[in-house]
C-alpha cells in the first residue's frame, strides 16, 4: 500500500528526496498517522531516521539533524524525506512506515548509495 520511490546513487554532498505515496489509505488515517523513515544499512540493523507524528512534531537521528527533512502533502496522502549533504554514511535501503493506531504499513525500500 506504501509506494516508495526516489533512490539512487549520488555523490557526497549530493541531493535526494525520497516519497512514499499512500495509494487507496482513508485519507482520515493518513491525516492521523505517525509517519516514519528508516534506513538499513549494509550488514546493519534497521534504524529510525526521521518522524513525524500526526500533531506535526519532528524528530531526527542525531547523525541527520540539520541535514535531512521529513514532511507530508496531505492532499497527495504522501510523505518524503529531503535528504541534503549526503555522505557515504548515509548508504543504505530506506524505508518508509506509516502508523495509525495498530495498523502498521511498511514500503518497499529504496536504496541509496553515496560515493566519497
Known amino acids: 500500500q506504501l509506494q516508495a520511490s526516489g533512490g539512487g546513487s549520488v555523490q557526497a554532498g549530493g541531493f535526494l528526496k525520497l516519497s512514499c505515496a499512500a495509494r487507496?489509505?482513508?485519507?482520515?488515517v493518513f491525516w492521523g498517522s505517525r509517519m516514519g523513515w528508516y534506513r538499513q544499512p549494509p550488514g546493519k540493523q534497521?534504524?529510525?531516521?526521521?518522524?513525524?507524528?500526526?500533531?506535526?512534531?519532528?524528530n531526527y537521528q542525531d547523525s541527520v539533524k540539520g541535514r535531512f527533512t521529513i514532511s507530508k502533502n496531505n492532499a497527495r496522502k504522501s510523505v518524503y524525506l529531503q535528504m541534503n549533504s549526503l555522505e557515504p554514511e548515509d548508504t543504505a535501503v530506506y524505508y518508509c512506515?506509516?502508523?495509525?493506531?495498530?495498523?502498521?504499513?511498511w514500503g518497499q525500500g529504496t536504496q541509496v548509495t553515496v560515493s566519497s
Open positions: 487507496g489509505m482513508i485519507t482520515s
Open positions: 512506515n506509516i502508523v495509525y493506531g495498530s495498523q502498521d504499513y
Open positions: 534497521r534504524e529510525l531516521v526521521a518522524e513525524l507524528t500526526s500533531d506535526g512534531s519532528t
